[in-house]
């Protein structure tokens, strides 16, 4: 299971090149609203141990620090990345968090992008859904077309509808990244949800679409990945489009 400090890397990413991570929920545990089946941080309850969230000024200390320190050692940042060990916007400070961050960005790092990984759940909220306008890479999950389909693959607390979540996207008309994992697994196989997924791809029109598999470690047993060209494959009617599609195995 992956944890997290508060600030971290820069680390290597497959999708956002040289990565300095925020980790804005608990450094020893984890905090998210859903438990999805391939989550590289492990299963909600292993990470109970810890309860504290970071407070804005505490960001703003270590980000600064940490910019600081990458300036003087000449080391790239493509993308400062909102992820962590959960849901980043569940962190109640995030609005003020992001608008530190963009500020000692534009001081310190005015190259790096400034992305947020997000399952997109409280993109209903009117603060969130404004802090998120404010970052160049609002990276926002939707891994299945049904309701079904995310409770299988997500496994989200409390009332999750694919319906609301796609209404509080279409408020981005297209400003966004849409993030969808591809998986097989005892329940779930997304090959299944890929024809409606598309139509939700064609309603909301992302500037981009990053489609990915399995990478590491998952915390339920049988799961497996597709190949680059499998995930080609499947997602080559949106190509054929004009879809701008970022494809990692």
Not at 4 to 28: A, D
Request: aromatic content about 6%; overall charge negative.
């Amino acid at each position: 299971m992956m944890r997290e400090t508060l600030v971290f890397g820069p680390i290597r990413s497959r999708r956002l090149g040289s990565s300095l991570g925020i980790n804005l929920l608990p450094e020893e545990g984890k905090l998210c609203n859903f438990d999805c089946i391939y989550c590289e941080c492990g299963w909600n309850r292993d990470g109970r141990g810890d309860h504290r969230i970071p407070t804005a000024e505490e960001l703003r200390k270590a980000l600064s620090e940490k910019l600081v320190e990458c300036r003087e050692k000449g080391i790239p940042i493509d993308s400062i990345t909102f992820s962590g060990d959960g849901e980043p916007t569940l962190n109640p400070e995030f609005p003020e968090i992001v608008d530190i961050t963009v500020a000692l960005r534009n001081e310190l790092y005015p190259e790096a992008r400034i992305s947020v990984l997000s399952n997109a759940t409280r993109c209903g909220r009117e603060d969130v859904f404004r802090a998120l306008k404010k970052v160049d890479n609002p990276i926002l999950k939707l891994d299945a077309a049904s309701d079904e389909g995310a409770a299988l693959i997500n496994r989200p607390a409390g009332d999750y509808h694919v319906a609301e979540i796609v209404r509080s996207m279409e408020r981005f008309e297209g400003d966004f990244v849409l993030q969808t994992m591809f998986l097989r697994g005892p329940e779930f196989d997304t090959a299944a949800e890929v024809p409606a997924w598309m139509d939700l791809v064609r309603k909301l029109r992302p500037r981009e679409i990053m489609v990915y598999t399995i990478d590491r470690e998952t915390p339920m047993k049988g799961l497996s990945k597709y190949t680059v060209e499998q995930m080609r494959e499947l997602v080559q009617p949106l190509l054929d489009e004009g879809f701008n599609i970022q494809i990692r195995g």
